[in-house]
């Protein structure tokens, strides 16, 4: 069974421009997450997503936004960038049960010059 | 305010010597519990889970971790160390409820140096 793909791996924008990334999570698994990684403020929720749907929102701008499609893969798009929103992001995918089981990509790495 | 804490940031252990990570939460109610692994350059891996019953709970690799209510702890532990455990380390909560499947609250982290 394939892993959670992510990509692009690294990337790099500067600041004002926008970035896509994308996930697409194990097959069967309806639940897409998104985490940002950072050195200081550790791994923070972004939103999840399930059947197409916005689940869950963490505490980020409104410049921080996703989508799911109808098969499940699934997409963040950061706006406006700032030299702060330097991070690995992670998307992870889960099924309905067990709750909170997660299965991890190997991250997009932004770097914003 | 639901929280995790991980009181060490860096650990350091020989190769062979055993293990114990520490894992401290705030939580209204009794959440479900995780240990995940990160390797450099990877994304995490779900090391081990407790959601009731058994307060000791086995994972792979040979870890385990044991929940203490009186405490708020879930400590992770290992008997011996192998040079590939060098990770970082993450404990995590999430609450009841399959609406929230997805949305985990992580500690800080504590990174393993195994010593040869």
Known sequence: ?113 | AQSVTQPDIHITVSEGASLELRCNYSYGATPYLFWYVQSPGQGLQLLLKYFSGDTLVQGIKGFEAEFKRSQSSFNLRKPSVHWSDAAEYFCAVGPHGSSNTGKLIFGQGTTLQVKP
């Open chain 1, 1 to 113: 069974k394939a892993g959670v793909t992510q990509t692009p791996r690294y990337l790099i924008k500067t600041r004002g421009q926008q970035v896509t990334l994308s996930c697409s999570p194990i097959s069967g698994h309806r639940s897409v997450s998104w985490y940002q990684q950072t050195p200081g403020q550790g791994l923070q929720f972004l939103f999840e997503y399930f059947s197409e749907t916005q689940r869950n929102k963490g505490n980020f701008p409104g410049r921080f936004s996703g989508r799911q499609f109808s098969n499940s893969r699934s997409e963040m798009n950061v706006s406006t960038l700032e030299l702060g929103d330097s991070a690995l992001y992670l998307c992870a995918s889960s099924s309905r049960s067990p709750p909170g089981e997660l299965f991890f990509g190997e991250g997009s790495r932004l770097t914003v010059l």
